[in-house]
């Protein structure tokens, strides 16, 4: 019953470094989005995926790069990260991308300094 | 494009009364809305989803309401409980079909 899973949970990163947030969900969900959230903001769509092979951007999508090599996982890239880019990033999966509920991981807090 | 407002001010009550909180949006009308709920250091959970035909939904004691004249959806906790503090988001279709999310409203249930 995992549901949505995010790995790490926290990470400090310098300027400069890069790293991929790990999200895999096992409710056979064709959708998977990736969300950032900065204090007292909504959440902002970064990258999406309708499908196995399938990614398009979001509308925050610059210094974050995605692939989907399986239904299960879709891995988030910072190739060069930037203080901006210091949030709360939430992976979520849905069955469908209208009118159905989407489904969260409990995120990854990430400092760059 | 599309905007989403949700009173940014902590909404207070006393435990046994209802919370309402708002949900106001800008231009066209969604074809539906959901509501999250957000708690510290988790994720968003969906509770509650009511689509444009609809004026109003109900979930044991949570009830949501959608008017597109208003362009405002309402979302109410009767009875509420501690255990209901937490933040609340709105959320609905951007004309692309993707959602976009309100900045939440924290309610705080006091005992």
């Known amino acids: 019953n995992a549901g949505v899973t995010q790995t790490p949970k926290f990470r400090i990163l310098k300027i400069g470094q890069s790293m991929t947030l790990q999200c895999t969900q096992d409710m056979n969900h064709n959708y998977m989005y990736w969300y950032r959230q900065d204090p007292g903001m909504g959440l902002k769509l970064i990258y999406y995926s309708v499908g196995a092979g399938i990614t398009d951007k979001g509308e925050v999508p610059n210094g974050y790069n995605v692939s989907r090599s399986t239904t299960e996982d879709f891995p988030l890239r910072l190739e060069l990260a930037a203080p901006s880019q210091t949030s709360v990033y939430f992976c979520?999966?849905?069955?469908?991308?209208?009118?159905?509920?989407?489904?969260f991981g409990d995120g990854t807090r990430l400092s760059i300094l | 494009s599309q905007k989403i407002e949700q009173n940014s001010e902590a909404l207070n009550i006393q435990e046994g009364k209802t919370a309402t909180l708002t949900c106001n949006y800008t231009n066209y009308s969604p074809a539906y809305l959901q509501w999250y709920r957000q708690d510290p250091g988790r994720g968003p959970v969906f509770l509650l989803l009511?689509?444009?035909?609809?004026k109003e939904k109900r979930k044991e004691r949570l009830k949501v309401t959608f008017d597109t004249t208003l362009k405002q959806s309402l979302f109410h906790i009767t009875a509420s409980q501690p255990a209901d503090s937490a933040t609340y988001l709105c959320?609905?279709?951007?004309?692309?079909?993707?959602?976009?999310f309100g900045q939440g409203t924290e309610l705080s249930v006091k005992p």
């Open positions: 959320a609905l279709p951007n004309q692309g079909g993707k959602l976009i």
């Open positions: 009511i689509r444009e035909n609809e």
């Open positions: 979520a999966s849905s069955s469908r991308t209208d009118n159905q509920p989407q489904h």
